[in-house]
């Protein structure tokens, strides 16, 4: 891989997340690794493109756009820019700006009384940190090459509406990490180990980091270890996740007790299935029960006596939708529900493509629990993880409707999040918590062509294009298995819970307006 030698705005985006990244990119690059694959961002790239080019096809209908073609070299770019630049053109698309090791191409630079403003056109549905240094990038060269200090700056929106920055309140904060690279630059700095970031899960150097911590056994394997915690080991000689699973006196760690209790035992567990390939557990139940508020029911205590109407809930959002008449975003496009008759087993769903169906689905689903409630009392509605409350809170507000009903399910604890269970009751041998990962506990597998969260996104934008119901198909089946899984998970937890523990018992129910179930029923 070739080194980079011009500092792009990705270059100072990257160094202000991962210095690791730019030292990769710019003194010692991999010899030989494999870069990260990921279809669902060559999605996002795609719509990106696609919502650049309509947004430059709508202003060229209403405006002359000069466009410097990409087809020429680099100094060929610069000249037309330059000239475009001093002969005061109103719209230039795609220029290519730089000064020095500096370079930048904004979508476009726009014509103000006495300076350019640069813009550029995102895919994504609200305004970023680094879309602001961006930004800042673009006016820093155009200072420096054309003593244009732009005042401001825009983005132009997935939903086409443009956000205004003015530069100067974040010029210097720009300058600061700009600076702080040319340096590292300047100085050769080569490191030697990645620490995970936000930039992690994009990263072409994903895989690199990952071999190379497996390789040299490093904290950042350690499942749920914070970049922070990894720090204040290494300052205190801890360097490795053997180490770690080694420490006997926690004050060595100086980290807090309770926090080194829980990292020793993640390592211990995770080194042992290293060596043996055997799954294991720890319950951590009563540790965690001695340090939380004693009237907060945690772990094991949140899950209710099992019953034979029990719900089993997932749902399957794209958050890159677009309503092409509303501008608003994301769908939520498919609730998917597995119980069981007379202990049978029984899939429902309800599937939308656009905001009116979702708000019918959405309007469906929460009458469906409502009145499944009222006859069964005793059931109750699990999931795994947060996303599924969220939205379901977001939907209502954002259609305002049925929010007494959810409301009041919401009030009477008729939800159930087992990872919530989970995550203060057990210690897993896993390197993640994620429902594909810990399914290995209870045996479950996903026979299905669609086999994690990400594939399912990169299916259904594959459906959007070619309305295949073999695609949606097969999205439906994912869904459903995650939604028996569920249930799988739950059964397996109550077949390791200590038998002193209590089953959750919810307050008194509190009761919805008369008038209200009438309108329900």
């Not at 530069?167 to 600061?176: A, F, G």
């Not at 019953?307 to 501008?327: S, V």
């Amino acid at each position: 891989m070739a080194l980079k030698k011009n500092i792009s705005a990705y270059s100072v985006i990257d160094f202000n997340q991962c210095e690791y990244k730019s030292s990769l990119d710019f003194i010692q690059p991999p010899k030989d690794f494999k870069p990260l694959n990921d279809p669902w961002l060559e999605i996002i790239r795609k719509i990106g493109i696609d919502h650049e080019n309509k947004i430059i096809s709508t202003l060229g209908k209403e405006s002359n756009i000069t466009i410097i073609d990409d087809n020429k070299t680099i100094e060929e770019r610069i000249k037309l820019t330059s000239d475009a630049i001093n002969s005061g053109d109103g719209l230039i698309y795609q220029g290519f700006i730089s000064h020095n090791r500096f370079n930048g191409i904004p979508d476009l630079l726009i014509k103000k009384k006495d300076y350019y403003e640069p813009c550029d056109i995102k895919s994504s549905l609200s305004l970023k940190t680094d879309n602001i240094i961006q930004l800042c990038h673009y006016a820093h060269i155009l200072k420096k090459q054309f003593g244009l200090m732009p005042k401001t700056g825009k983005i132009i929106l997935r939903d086409e509406s443009e956000i205004e920055i003015e530069i100067k309140k974040y010029y210097d904060y720009y300058l600061h990490i700009s600076e702080n690279l040319s340096q590292f630059l300047k100085e050769n700095t080569i490191l030697e180990e990645s620490t995970k970031c936000t930039l992690c899960s994009k990263c072409t150097y994903k895989n690199f980091c990952e071999e190379n911590w497996e390789k040299s056994d490093n904290l950042n394997q350690v499942t749920n270890i914070r970049s922070s915690q990894i720090k204040t080991l290494l300052e205190n000689n801890i360097n490795s996740m053997t180490e770690l699973a080694k420490v006997e006196n926690i004050e060595k760690t100086g980290l807090n007790s309770n926090s080194a209790k829980f990292l020793i035992e993640q390592a211990k567990l995770q080194k042992n299935y290293q060596k043996t390939g055997k799954l294991d557990y720890k319950i951590i139940y009563n540790e965690k029960r001695e340090i939380i508020d004693e009237f907060i029911p945690i772990g094991f205590q949140l899950i209710p006596n099992k019953d034979a109407n029990d719900l089993f809930f997932d749902i399957e959002g794209y958050p890159m939708f677009i309503d092409p008449e509303t501008k608003t975003s994301g769908l939520e496009y498919l609730f998917g529900i597995h119980f069981r008759t007379f202990g049978e087993p029984v899939f429902k769903k309800f599937l939308s493509t656009n905001h009116d169906e979702e708000k019918k689905t959405f309007e469906e689903l929460i009458d469906f629990f409502y009145k499944h409630i009222q006859q069964f009392n005793n059931s109750s509605i699990y999931h795994y993880g947060s996303y599924e409350i969220t939205a379901l809170q977001r939907l209502s507000t954002k259609y305002n409707t049925k929010n007494q009903e959810l409301d009041h399910l919401l009030r009477n604890h008729k939800f159930v999040d087992l990872y919530r269970v989970i995550k203060d009751s057990l210690l897993l041998s896993t390197n993640d918590y994620k429902l594909k990962t810990i399914e290995k506990f209870y045996n479950f597998t996903h026979d299905s062509d669609v086999a994690s969260g990400e594939d399912s996104l990169v299916a259904f934008e594959n459906y959007l294009e070619t309305n295949s119901k073999e695609i949606l198909n097969e999205i439906i089946l994912y869904n459903k298995f995650d939604c028996e899984s569920t249930e799988k998970l739950r059964d397996w937890i109550l077949s390791i819970m200590p038998k002193n523990i209590e089953p959750f018992v919810p307050p008194p129910e509190k009761e919805i307006s008369e008038a209200r179930k009438e309108k329900i029923a």
